[in-house]
């Protein structure tokens, strides 16, 4: 099945869900389908059931900062009565997410891979995604790094716990804002000492 | 999902141990939280992290070029098939295109680590299971051999640091082929001999068979892939199913197991062997002359198109997947490694439940973890 | 005792040594590693111990699992932070004399990991380390140097006098404390007492 069979597949079986199709610029070809995250379980669960995509080979969370967009504009403002067009630069804030990417292949028909991918809100208090443990059990360990080295919260995980870090560890080392703590050996700090 | 849940009452009575990081038939620096009534298994949480270093975010510090020696870090065992995944990925991702000689060394050397990779598997299984080093002594002789090959084609025994993208580094001599088709040659006679002590040996039957069974339907929803798969009974080799390299062009078969326990990931090692050699000799009789890399390859400064790409290929422990998101830089952007190891431990408490404390090291050994790989 | 005066007394079957020299031969030629494998190094440390290049050889036949009988340890592989607190309490609970071998680029200063944020930059800042092998993984021949030159280092240790080893000095400590995990990484980060910062002492 193509991706846009899928997508239809998706929206026509479960009302209210989005799937956008997000097109791949390499020459690799593997479109994804994002799925709106409040439908992300039962989206999993037909894909696993209706079309047979029993094995869920990989769970990656990938970090979108917040970015900002500095754009020129050109406005018409009145000065001293007389109408002038100005430049003006206004600086947008584009808002970052937290993404997590699943690939699927079905071991009984040997097709693959399915690319399917839910966002977050943002990356600092909505980071909760559903978790889809309950449909691939290989979701189980690969959902916990995610939250341990980025910080997306799975709904409904069995056990979400930090798994690479130890448990009192209060950072998310693999976002791209993640600082790691001076060490003595850093010339830096000795030369401010 | 089996659990085996106690009584309440007898809750109290549970022994708690924790086995590792520090333990002799670990495979690694592997932590196992056991809870015991007695000498069964009542739950078992396996702990790991503890030889986590960071390998992804090196590699999206790094330029594309400079993350391949950290590939063969990861199954340190396996460093040959780590470097094809990586390239594969990387070579989905730009659109490069392989010579046909350098597909077949790719081959070659990918089967050969398969070779001295389920020998190694076989030797360390017996040595948790009491047989004191022997087998293992055996197995190390012949992986010295490879070991040997490796070292006179890349330049280092391990960490061979070999293929690139569009093709491998350096280009193997016809006395290198020789050599390599002695081996191939004296190998299954090497592979008799480690069947007859080991194959129809009544304590290793006794403390196999039937033991650690992994169901169909789990293994498939649990994502375990490799020899633990095929040993469930189901019929997912990539070679076949993905084609990747000129693997079409070989005839050889993929076994598969009926019970799905510890005996079964045994032989399927062993028979795996038998069909690698099978693999190695029409790959050594066909090998054709010509060009080792992509002449469009260019390794430094490889920038990508923004883009992202998923490659996989079957290594010895199962399927090792990289994940590759590019921006356009010279980094990558996202850079993941789906480990099998990692994953085929999910199933490791499942399998475990209801043996007792001895079976659950024979159980350990039969998934072959190796820990670079599960922690990166 | 003269070197040439020593031969020939043993050419007429007298053998003549000190005390010293007993000890230390008897000492040097039975020491018991501990299986401690860590990570790519282990497999080499492994392939030293197997047929081809026999580490028995050398008295190191008997690895120990155990650390209270084990007189040598061999860090071999990187030590990650969540790893360091067990390997220091491993090196506490093994018995005086003890030895460290730091295998590989990762044990002696974090090697090609060294900019991971949960990879320990080098054993010695926890522990004392006895021998350094480079290399990544250092080949089973250079373990095997290592190893003898551990031996050397054992021959020429003193019985007494101020030069004589940590284990015969009462109030040199014999057990380091053990680093505890913290929200962002060890607390303490080194024990100062025993590792001596390069750059530190470049900068004077």
């Given at each position: 099945m193509t991706l846009e069979e899928i997508r239809g597949r998706l929206q026509g079986d479960i009302p209210g869900c989005q799937a956008e199709l997000v097109v791949n610029g390499s020459p690799s070809a593997q479109n994804s389908l994002l799925i709106d995250r409040q439908y992300g379980l039962e989206a999993a669960r037909l894909l696993r059931d209706g079309l047979q995509l029993d094995f869920c080979s990989n769970v990656t969370?990938?970090?979108?900062?917040?970015?900002?967009?500095?754009?020129?504009?050109?406005?018409?403002?009145?000065?001293?009565?007389?109408?002038?067009?100005?430049?003006?630069?206004?600086?947008?804030?584009?808002?970052?997410?937290?993404?997590?990417?699943?690939?699927?292949?079905s071991m009984a028909n040997k097709e693959g891979p399915v690319v399917m991918r839910m966002r977050t809100a943002n990356r600092t208090d909505d980071v909760t995604l559903p978790s889809l443990t309950p449909v691939w059990r290989s979701a189980e360990f690969q959902e916990r790094e995610a939250f341990d080295l980025y910080g997306v919260v799975f709904k409904g995980h069995p056990d979400l716990r930090r798994i690479l870090m130890w448990e009192g560890f209060t950072d998310h080392p693999m976002r791209k804002d993640y600082v790691p703590p001076p060490d003595d050996d850093d010339l830096e700090i000795l030369r401010e000492r | 999902m089996t659990q085996v849940a106690p009584p309440e009452a007898q809750q109290d009575n549970l022994m708690e141990i924790s086995m590792g990081p520090q333990h002799p038939s670990t495979h690694g620096v592997f932590r196992m939280d056991v809870r015991l009534d007695g000498e069964r298994v009542m739950r078992l949480?396996?702990?790991?992290?503890?030889?986590?270093?960071?390998?992804?975010?090196?590699?999206?510090?790094?330029?594309?070029?400079?993350?391949?020696?950290?590939?063969?870090?990861?199954?340190?065992?396996?460093?040959?098939?780590?470097?094809?995944?990586?390239?594969?990925?990387?070579?989905?991702?730009?659109?490069?295109?392989?010579?046909?000689?350098?597909?077949?060394?790719?081959?070659?050397?990918?089967?050969?680590?398969?070779?001295?990779?389920?020998?190694?598997?076989?030797?360390?299984?017996?040595?948790d299971m009491g047989a004191s080093g022997t087998p293992l002594m055996y197995a190390f002789r012949e992986r010295e051999r490879v070991l040997d090959l490796f070292e006179s084609l890349s330049g280092a025994r391990m960490m061979c640091n070999y293929m690139r993208f569009g093709g491998v580094r350096v280009d193997c001599s016809a006395e290198w082929l020789g050599q390599t088709a002695k081996l191939v040659a004296g190998f299954n006679g090497f592979l008799d001999e480690f069947e007859q002590l080991l194959t129809g040996n009544e304590i290793l039957m006794a403390r196999t068979q039937g033991v650690g069974v992994l169901p169909r339907e789990l293994a498939i929803n649990a994502g375990i892939t490799g020899p633990g798969l095929r040993a469930s009974g189901v019929n997912y080799d990539l070679r076949k199913v993905d084609r990747y390299g000129v693997y079409d062009r070989f005839q050889f078969r993929v076994p598969l197991g009926e019970h799905g326990d510890v005996f079964d990931r045994y032989m399927m090692r062993v028979l795996e062997m038998r069909e690698s050699l099978k693999i190695l000799e029409q790959a050594l009789r066909d090998i054709p002359a010509g060009p080792i890399m992509d002449p469009?390859?260019?390794?430094?400064?490889?920038?990508?198109?923004?883009?992202?790409?998923?490659?996989?290929?079957?290594?010895?422990?199962?399927?090792?997947?990289?994940?590759?998101?590019?921006?356009?830089?010279?980094?990558?952007?996202?850079?993941?490694?789906?480990?099998?190891?990692?994953i085929n431990l999910t199933v490791l408490e499942d399998m475990c439940l209801g043996h007792n404390i001895a079976d659950v090291v024979v159980i350990l050994g039969s998934i072959d973890i190796v820990m670079g790989e599960v922690d990166r | 005792m003269d070197q040439d005066l020593k031969t020939e007394l043993s050419k007429h079957g007298i053998f003549a040594t000190s005390f010293e020299e007993l000890y230390n031969w008897g000492r040097k030629n039975s020491v018991w590693p501990l299986t401690f494998g860590l990570a790519c190094c282990a497999i080499e440390m492994i392939a030293t111990t197997m047929a081809r290049y026999d580490l028995a050889r050398f008295g190191a036949e008997v690895f120990r699992p155990s650390p209270r009988q084990a007189d040598l340890m061999i860090v071999s592989g990187t030590v990650t932070k969540k790893m360091a607190p067990q390997v220091v309490r491993l090196y506490n609970q093994m018995p005086e004399p003890k030895y460290?071998?730091?295998?590989?680029?990762?044990?002696?200063?974090?090697?090609?990991?060294?900019?991971?944020?949960?990879v320990l930059k080098g054993i010695d800042r926890f522990i004392p380390v006895d021998v350094h092998i480079p290399g990544c993984p250092p080949r089973p021949e250079a373990l095997i140097h290592a190893f003898m030159a551990l031996q050397d280092k054992i021959s020429g240790q003193h019985l007494t006098g101020e030069s004589r080893p940590r284990h015969l000095k009462q109030e040199l400590p014999s057990e380091f404390p053990v680093p505890e995990f913290g929200e962002h990484g060890l607390e303490p980060a080194q024990n100062d007492e025993i590792f001596h910062n390069p750059l530190k002492v470049l900068q004077g």
């Open positions: 969370a990938v970090d979108w900062p917040d970015q900002d967009k500095t754009e020129k504009i050109k406005t018409k403002q009145t000065i001293d009565g007389v109408e002038k067009e100005i430049e003006e630069t206004r600086k947008t804030k584009i808002p970052g997410y937290l993404e997590v990417v699943y690939h699927l292949f | 949480k396996p702990v790991f992290g503890y030889l986590h270093r960071n390998h992804e975010k090196i590699a999206e510090a790094a330029s594309y070029l400079a993350a391949i020696p950290y590939t063969d870090r990861l199954d340190y065992l396996c460093s040959m098939t780590n470097n094809w995944g990586y390239a594969l990925a990387v070579e989905k991702l730009t659109g490069l295109t392989v010579p046909e000689r350098a597909e077949y060394i790719r081959v070659i050397v990918a089967e050969l680590t398969r070779l001295q990779n389920h020998a190694g598997m076989v030797g360390f299984l017996l040595q469009k390859a260019r390794l430094r400064g490889l920038r990508p198109k923004a883009g992202e790409a998923y490659g996989r290929i079957e290594s010895p422990k199962g399927e090792l997947g990289f994940y590759l998101i590019s921006d356009g830089s010279p980094n990558p952007y996202r850079y993941r490694v789906r480990p099998p190891s990692l | 460290v071998i730091a295998m590989g680029a990762c044990a002696i200063s974090g090697g090609p990991f060294r900019d991971g944020y949960n």
